[in-house]
């Protein structure tokens, strides 16, 4: 190959140059929400004060970093968040491929267009939105359960807002709730991509349906199952903020089992004022969450080439 | 026989399940309908209900005659929809175009730029510190617009994939030949040819602007510029203030003047749930679409 000279590189940028506008605003844009955020995780070295501005704090070394790792918040933090994630991705996993399949088996298409669409419906809602649903069935004055079901059992009231033990079922049930349907529209395309062939062979050979899903189906949709496992798993280090803060309504009598990495940030930050916890924790979040990204893609590489993120 | 019995067995299990996973998915939605048409005193005295006892349009007629705060909020929150999902479709295509483009030279440095920020990123702090800061958005209508939602690098590359195998390089070339600029073919030529990951994308914007609360939350305390979801989740906050702080009366019965009624609540969360569920049949071919291909290739 040889190099261009240069009138003729001149040339061809000047012939690109429209297309490289173009990429402008997109590029700055990326450089404003994203680089200069990533620049700016040197304030998790820094004794962030105002008065000096941010970039003129002193620099304070890993203390930040000391104090959060010698609190007992940051053992609780990224239990709660590594445990809420393992339990979310195993039982959506659970709940999506059944329900995948059950709509596959339905015959009467028009019902099955419709269940898919209804279990689709908690996926539109913003979290706000969910927290409501949960406070009228949750409220202690007025709440369904309390109201309706629990008298109806003989039950006492529960306060549920402010007694920890519930919480990690209610989290998990409301999370399964609204991101199932997702993850089974996915796993949905991925079954009826199967070659029917194989079906006619085994309904021929006699087998029965139980053994047609556990013979032909699943292990044919293995592949997108553990490809979509090992991109939950690259994201296991972050939560849904929305879902650890709107539903148990921010009550502070829960935090031992609602605390997460993103609510411990956003509370250190906006209503403690504790910017070195929260950016240490913040960095915290970034690095380990940037690690298992790449393993997870390294994995998911060495499975299948075309699933690899890179 | 047995093969009949079988199969309609699965029939049988398949739709009675499905049945409650559906009901478990629309109840919630029909409590909440149902609430905010109950009489609040009824509500008062029962709590939320699926049958209410005595039922009263007191709420809607509450929230269309008196509420100025809310019509505003709605209006705010169409407003960023539109705009928002606009701006983020132009620039998205206009950045996943060129490096769509096999010919273009350092297009895939340009390409890495766009996917590092898929890998890593700063997180909330510095975040936020650069669009309060560096950017002076705290309290402006550009912090509802801007941060985190105006693009992303996923729908970047998802829009590139899209141009690259579905836009025939000898369209192109021959637009090219005719003399037609690249600024000239990119309007006339690429985006009338990408109506069908426009629609997908322009829908996923279009709801994630809608449902966000989050840039409200952390940039915006001035009331007037709150948007519908921020309203509510100042109203639940309220709530929860209230519960916890039931001791300090005299703040209580102060705030319980301003909180909105237990029906009211539930009005306002219907009239931000129904655009979208009403939409949803319309829009719901793209949104699946949208999902597989997200999920095949990101």
């Known amino acids: 190959m040889q190099k261009p000279t240069a009138p003729k590189r001149w040339l061809t940028m000047k012939t690109y140059a429209p297309l490289y506008l173009l990429t402008l605003p997109g590029l700055l844009y990326l450089l404003i929400n994203n680089y200069m955020p990533m620049f700016g995780l040197v304030i998790a070295f820094k004794d962030v004060n105002f008065s000096k501005g941010i970039l003129g704090s002193d620099w304070v070394g890993f203390k930040n970093f000391e104090y959060l790792f010698k609190s007992s918040d940051a053992i609780l933090i990224t239990r709660n968040t590594l445990l809420y994630n393992a339990v979310f991705i195993v039982l959506n996993l659970i709940v999506a491929v059944g329900v995948a399949i059950l709509l596959n088996e339905i015959r009467n298409k028009l019902l099955a267009r419709f269940y898919q669409s209804v279990v689709l419906l908690p996926y539109l809602i913003s979290m706000v939105i969910v927290s409501y649903l949960g406070y009228a069935l949750l409220s202690m004055d007025t709440g369904f359960l309390n109201k309706t079901i629990l008298p109806a059992l003989g039950m006492e009231e529960i306060a549920w807002y402010n007694e920890p033990k519930y919480w990690p079922y209610i989290l998990t049930l409301v999370h399964t709730w609204k991101g199932a349907g997702f993850l089974c529209v996915v796993y949905l395309a991925a079954i009826i991509g199967i070659d029917q062939e194989y079906y006619e062979a085994a309904t021929l050979d006699g087998a029965s349906k139980w053994q047609q899903i556990r013979s032909i189906t699943l292990p044919l949709i293995t592949p997108v199952i553990i490809m979509m496992t090992l991109l939950a798993i690259g994201r296991i280090f972050y939560s849904d903020f929305g879902l650890f803060y709107q539903v148990p309504m921010d009550s502070g009598s829960l935090f031992n089992v609602t605390n997460v990495i993103d609510t411990y940030v956003y509370r250190g930050l906006m209503q403690l004022g504790d910017i070195g916890m929260s950016s240490a924790a913040g960095m915290y979040q970034s690095l380990v969450g940037f690690v298992l990204v790449l393993l997870s893609n390294y994995v998911v590489r060495k499975i299948n080439r075309e699933n690899a993120l890179f | 026989m047995n093969r009949n019995i079988e199969s309609r067995a699965w029939q049988w299990a398949g739709h009675s399940i499905l049945l409650v996973y559906a009901a478990a998915c629309v109840l919630p939605f029909l409590l909440l309908l149902t609430s905010s048409v109950t009489d609040e005193s009824t509500i008062i005295k029962n709590g939320y209900s699926f049958f209410p006892e005595k039922f009263s349009l007191e709420a809607y007629r509450y929230l269309w005659n008196e509420s100025t705060d809310i019509l505003r909020a709605y209006g705010i929150t169409v407003f960023v929809t539109v705009v928002g999902t606009t701006l983020s479709l132009a620039i998205t295509s206009m950045l996943a175009y060129p490096i769509s483009r096999r010919d273009l030279p350092y297009r895939n440095p340009l390409a890495f730029y766009v996917f590092f920020t898929m890998l890593f990123n700063g997180g909330l702090v510095p975040t936020y510190f650069v669009f ?62 990408s109506t069908p990951i426009m629609a997908t994308i322009g829908l996923f914007q279009a709801i994630a602007y809608w449902n966000d609360w989050f840039n409200g939350l952390i940039y915006i305390t001035d009331p007037k510029l709150f948007s519908l979801q921020n309203i509510l989740n100042r109203i639940m906050s309220d709530i929860q203030f209230l519960s916890t702080n039931a001791a300090m009366s005299a703040r209580a019965s102060e705030s319980m003047m301003t909180l909105p009624s237990a029906s009211f609540r539930m009005a306002i969360v219907v009239v931000g749930v129904i655009p979208i569920l009403l939409a949803y049949p319309f829009f719901q071919k793209y949104f699946v679409k949208g999902i597989t291909i997200g999920a095949v290739k990101g």
Do not use: C, H, W
């Open chain 2, 132 to 193: 309060t800061q560096v950017f002076d958005m705290k309290n402006s209508l550009a912090a509802l617009l801007i941060p985190a939602l105006l693009m992303n690098g996923f729908n970047v590359l998802l829009m590139r994939t899209f141009f690259m195998t579905t836009i025939p390089p000898a369209v192109l070339e021959s637009a090219k030949m005719d003399g037609a600029g690249e600024i000239r073919i990119f309007y006339s030529i690429v985006l009338p040819l």
